[in-house]
Structures are given as structure tokens and as C-alpha cells.
T-cell receptor, first 111, second 111 residues
Framework: GDSVTQMEGPVTLSEEAFLTINCTYT??????LFWYVQYPGEGLQLLLK?????DKGSNKGFEATYRKETTSFHLEKGSVQVSDSAVYFC??????????FGSGTKLNVKP | EAGVVQSPRYKIIEKKQPVAFWCNPI?????LYWYLQNLGQGPELLIR????????DSQLPKDRFSAERLKGVDSTLKIQPAELGDSAVYLC?????????FGPGTRLTVL
């Protein structure tokens, strides 16, 4: 069945370090892919998305490229800030509006 | 444009008591979701509506959980009776064109 696998956290980085959070997926069709971010006590917020192979989603310095050949959608940021500390979820959807979420990766950024 | 609205934000009840959560989706969004989120985990789908029809409720524990979306707009999720294991965050989301938006969630504590 369809599923999303994320790297386990927590990930702890110093401010201005490079971030990569790995995400791979399994899907029977051609899904759209998403990254969501969740800050403490809040709901999930859409961070970026990509709807077809080789698309690059980007927002607030974060980027992810839809790689069909490796079924991956890794999240990257060149220089993280303390304010990026949150939990990040990879997700996919295709077909009948059913979303599949990874288990989340907690990011801690230290000053 | 207003986002997804949920109430209450927090609820503390004793086990065996009933509880209800309310959600108002983004205007014009036909698809509405209720998710359960346990601490440190990703959202788990409870039920998905397309307009007023529940099209996916396979993960809803129907012995104690019920939901309704009578006019295809706002929705209510009920638990009766609540158990200790129901303590979690209940997230509502709505979507349009495969893009999903979340409310802030209701944090339920069952004592």
C-alpha cells in the first residue's frame, strides 16, 4: 500500500548548519508530495509541495525535489535558524484525496 | 481568508464522560478530515468526508466514536464514553485540489 518513511529524529543542529531530512515514499500511482511543519501546540502547516517528477518545491529557504527514480522527497535548507525548530512531516496524496503522513522528524536548532 | 477553525482548543474530562469537538473548514472546501495525533507521531486518519458523505471511516472506532457533517460544511466528532487511551490531539483539516490545510487541533486529556 501507499506509505511514507522519514528519518527518525531528533535532529540537532547548530544555527547556520545545513539541514537534510530524508523522506521516501511508496505509491501505486503518481502522487503529489508535501512537507508540513508543526510548531508546539499548533496544527500542521504546509511548508512546500511538488506535484510531479523533477518538480522542486521551495518556501522560506527550504527546498525538496520530487525524485521519481529514487522515490524520494528529501527536505533541505542551507542555513537553519533557531526558529526552524519544529517537527517536520512528509506526506503524499494521490487519487481520492487520501493523505499519507510520515511519523515526523523533530528538529532542534541550537544557538 | 479564515483558516480551519476548531473548538475547543483544550478539553479535560474524566473517563466514561462524553466529549465533542467542532470543526469549521475553509470556505468552499468540500473535503474534510478528522485525524488523531498521538504525542511524537504523525496524524492518523479517523474519517474523511466529501461534502456530507463519509467516504472513508475505516479507522474510526465506531463503538465509541461518531462524526457528522450534516450540511456539508462544519463537522462534529464525538466520543462516548471516553477512555484514558483517547488522550491525544484531534486535528481537523480541509482540502481543495489536493492541498490540505489543518486547524490548530483540540488537545484532549482523559483523567
Amino acid at each position: 500500500g501507499d506509505s511514507v518513511t522519514q528519518m527518525e529524529g531528533p535532529v540537532t543542529l547548530s544555527e547556520e548548519a545545513f539541514l537534510t531530512i530524508n523522506c521516501t515514499y511508496t505509491a501505486t500511482g503518481y502522487p503529489s508530495l508535501f512537507w508540513y511543519v508543526q510548531y508546539p501546540g499548533e496544527g500542521l502547516q504546509l511548508l512546500l509541495k511538488a506535484t510531479k517528477a523533477d518538480d522542486k518545491g521551495s518556501n522560506k529557504g527550504f527546498e525538496a525535489t520530487y525524485r521519481k527514480e529514487t522515490t524520494s522527497f528529501h527536505l533541505e535548507k542551507g542555513s537553519v535558524q533557531v526558529s526552524d525548530s519544529a517537527v517536520y512531516f512528509c506526506a503524499l496524496v494521490w487519487g481520492f484525496n487520501k493523505f499519507y503522513f510520515g511519523s515526523g522528524t523533530k528538529l532542534n536548532v541550537k544557538p | 481568508e479564515a483558516g480551519v477553525v476548531q473548538s475547543p482548543r483544550y478539553k479535560i474530562i474524566e473517563k466514561k464522560q462524553p466529549v465533542a469537538f467542532w470543526c469549521n473548514p475553509i470556505s468552499g472546501h468540500n473535503t474534510l478530515y478528522w485525524y488523531l495525533q498521538n504525542l511524537g507521531q504523525g496524524p492518523e486518519l479517523l474519517i474523511r468526508y466529501e461534502n456530507e458523505e463519509a467516504v472513508d471511516d475505516s479507522q474510526l472506532p465506531k463503538d465509541r466514536f461518531s462524526a457528522e457533517r450534516l450540511k456539508g460544511v462544519d463537522s462534529t466528532l464525538k466520543i462516548q464514553p471516553a477512555e484514558l487511551g483517547d488522550s491525544a490531539v484531534y486535528l481537523c483539516a480541509s482540502s481543495s485540489a489536493h492541498e490540505q490545510f489543518f486547524g490548530p487541533g483540540t488537545r484532549l486529556t482523559v483523567l
